[in-house]
């Protein structure tokens, strides 16, 4: 794939540059701040972008908004964000747009180089990656307003791996139960959380982390 990235760490930078070379990915652009992002994205635009939250002059939400703005102008472009540390409304913000060729990443998780390299190629493909640690603190921060209270052990983990944008075959598969227990516990977790039902994977993964960010 074609990737384009926007990251202040020159040596961050060039390590990323090197490990999508080296798996076979068209690096078009590799700048050092948002204002660099937008111009390379408009010059060619790439099937997918990674780009740091916190970005120069003043390294606070550059990058974010950056992000926001692809995802408005380019809406094909998937949009990949690494943050340095889980911030609650940057997640709700960068989904706003919807939730299809969108991912929010713990900087950390790059260091875990098949989960960024597979995160990575979901967000191209069209889908919603959220790092787990996001979804589990998002979780237990809202457990407090129920009715999250409500959901069984059960229901909460499937919630927990709906939320990091995994499809049915892969909950099934990561929990170690069949696909018809996985459909059973999110029509109850959907039930719960008085969320429409809808056939659209993505927009549920939305309705569920805006939910969450509430």
Do not use: C
Request: proline content about 4%; cysteine-free.
């Amino acid at each position: 794939m074609r990737v384009t990235l926007a990251e202040d760490s020159t040596l961050l930078r060039e390590g990323l540059v090197r490990l999508l070379a080296e798996e076979g990915h068209e690096v078009l652009a590799a700048v050092g701040d948002a204002t660099a992002l937008t111009a390379a994205v408009a010059a060619r635009p790439p099937d997918v972008v990674v780009v740091d939250i916190r970005m120069p002059p003043t390294h606070t939400d550059e990058g974010l908004r950056a992000a926001v703005e692809i995802r408005e102008r380019w809406p094909e472009v998937g949009v990949l964000v690494l943050s340095q540390h889980i911030e609650r409304g940057y997640a709700a913000r960068l989904l706003d747009a919807g939730a299809e060729r969108v991912g929010y990443l713990l900087k950390d998780r790059v260091a875990e180089v098949d989960e960024f390299l597979d995160a990575l190629v979901r967000v191209a493909a069209g889908g919603a990656v959220i790092d787990p640690e996001v979804v589990r603190q998002l979780v237990v921060r809202t457990t407090r307003t129920d009715p999250l209270a409500r959901l069984t052990p059960r229901e909460r983990s499937v919630l927990e791996a709906l939320a990091q944008g995994w499809t049915n075959a892969a909950i099934a598969q990561r929990l170690h139960v069949s696909m018809s227990a996985v459909e059973k516990n999110l029509n109850a977790v959907f039930d719960k959380l008085d969320l429409p039902r809808t056939t659209d994977y993505n927009r549920r993964i939305l309705a569920v982390l805006h939910y969450l960010g509430a």
